[in-house]
């Protein structure tokens, strides 16, 4: 159990729609990210964090936005659903940069 | 461009058997080189992980052989079981803030 919590667990929503998804971590580790995994795509990273207020893009950071005012929660908000991003999005946490990250139990997000 | 390249996409191997699932990467600056296992409806975990200074980790039934000049690394299970039977993804860092960039994954099923 790595210590984080993503909810909700499962969403359906309709196209444009905003949507947020909350992450948790109980670890007070420095370094979160976003990805979202699609089939035949893999693991694709979103935004990442480095520290509270400090974030940045990813790969597939467009229609994405995030933000992280404590160091525990790391929130990814939808701004206007597309079904594009219909998707399963984990949430991950590492406690320096460059190492192992260890990931939360995933949202599943269908977007109608 | 991928950053790393995995293959097979998918594998069918007989219990008791060898699977082997390879990576191959193009930028010489990573240095660590993880694989994680994924079962159904969970998030990934960390297998196992090895740095360039090594040319091979072995941990259980689980190896990872690694070719600094080849640009490559892969995944070797022996006496592979049908507990083992999930989505394989190797991933690659630089040390940089925004984590791991993995390859598309490998679906692998042990037929008993």
């Known amino acids: 159990d790595a210590g984080i919590t993503q909810s909700p667990r499962h969403k359906v929503t309709e196209t444009g729609t905003p949507v947020t998804l909350r992450c948790h971590q109980t670890?007070?580790?420095?370094?979160m990210y976003w990805y979202r995994q699609d089939p035949g795509h893999g693991l694709r990273l979103i935004h990442y964090s480095y520290g509270v207020k400090d974030t940045d893009k990813g790969e597939v950071s467009d229609g994405y936005s995030v933000s992280r005012s404590k160091t525990e929660d790391f929130l990814l908000t939808l701004e206007s659903a597309t079904s594009s991003q219909t998707s399963v999005y984990f949430c991950?946490?590492?406690?320096?940069?460059?190492?192992?990250?260890?990931f939360g139990e995933g949202s599943w997000l269908t977007v109608v | 461009q991928q950053q790393v390249k995995q293959s097979p996409q998918s594998l069918i191997v007989q219990k008791g058997g060898i699977s082997i699932i390879n990576c191959a990467y193009e930028n010489t600056a990573f240095d660590y080189f993880p694989w994680y296992q994924q079962f159904p409806g969970k998030g990934p975990a960390l297998l196992i992980a090895i740095r360039p200074d090594v040319s091979e980790k072995k941990e259980g039934r689980f190896t990872i052989s690694f070719n600094k000049s080849a640009k490559q690394f892969s995944l070797h299970i022996m006496d592979s079981q049908p507990g083992d039977s999930a989505t394989y993804f190797c991933a690659v860092s630089g040390g940089g803030a925004d984590g791991l960039t993995f390859g598309k994954g490998t679906h692998l099923i042990i037929q008993p």
């Open positions: 670890e007070n580790h420095r370094y």
């Open positions: 991950a946490i590492s406690v320096s940069s460059g190492n192992t990250i260890y």
